[in-house]
């Protein structure tokens, strides 16, 4: 089973500031198989990235993925203050999908 | 319009078994490559991904669970049935069930609330 090990735990920040949120997986992902989702208090999650890179239908261009193998990347450019939430890493490129613990993305 | 509902029981005894249903709409788990998951997040947790079912009947599970989850089908109701064996107060959660089509889970029921307790 691939474990996905989200960093930072907390991130601290303003509207308007980037954020970096990293995700590592313990051996490679299939063909770049890895997506992020974004869950507010009391809502399911919501797709954001699929393909380690490409954005699902509707989701404003501050997203982005990035990444590779064992290393990715969810970066949001500019903060907005609906951005404030729980994001998650997941891989679904093994027979057995599994989920990170998280990055909670506060606001500062 | 893709939905999907979870239902069953809000609160499970230590023990006893779990049956929960995913009723949804706007797409055919007999279409190729389509998919219907379930995953769970305890109370102020980690989403944690249990089971997937695919328009072909192949079910995958995760490993840690597998010996007490059970997926099954009906495509004619548009249903997916999770059943899970041996409930403890740790398996209280959030249950939720995911549309999956060449995305990962793109399509969320809203969740069902599980309380283990005797």
């Known amino acids: 089973e691939i474990v996905l090990t989200q960093s930072p735990g907390t991130l601290s920040l303003s509207p308007g500031e980037r954020a970096t949120l990293s995700c590592r997986a313990s051996?490679?992902?299939?063909?770049?198989?890895l997506a992020w989702y974004q869950q507010k208090p009391g809502q399911a999650p919501r797709l954001l990235i699929y393909g380690a890179s490409s954005r699902a239908t509707g989701i404003p261009d501050r997203f982005s993925g990035s990444g590779s193998g064992t290393d990715f990347t969810l970066t949001i450019s500019r903060l907005e203050p609906e951005d404030f939430a729980v994001y998650y890493c997941?891989?679904?490129?093994?027979?057995?999908?599994?989920f990170g613990q998280g990055t909670k993305v506060e606001i500062k | 319009q893709i939905t999907l509902k979870e239902s069953g029981p809000t609160l499970v005894k230590p023990t006893q078994t779990l049956t929960l249903t995913c009723t949804f709409s706007?797409?055919?788990?007999?279409?190729?490559?389509?998919?219907v998951g379930w995953i769970r997040q305890p109370p102020g947790k980690a989403l944690e991904w249990l089971a997937l079912?695919?328009?072909?009947?192949?079910?995958r599970y995760s490993p840690s669970l597998k010996s007490r989850l059970t997926i099954t089908k009906d495509t004619s109701k548009n249903q997916v049935v999770l059943t899970m064996t041996n409930m403890d107060p740790v398996d209280t959660a959030t249950y939720y069930c995911a549309h999956a089509w060449l995305l990962p889970f793109d399509y969320w029921g809203q969740g069902t609330l599980v309380t283990v307790s005797s």
């Open positions: 997941q891989q679904y490129g093994s027979s057995s999908w599994t």
């Open positions: 079912i695919y328009w072909d009947d192949d079910k």
């Open positions: 051996q490679s992902v299939s063909s770049s198989y």
């Open positions: 706007g797409f055919s788990l007999s279409t190729s490559g389509v998919g």
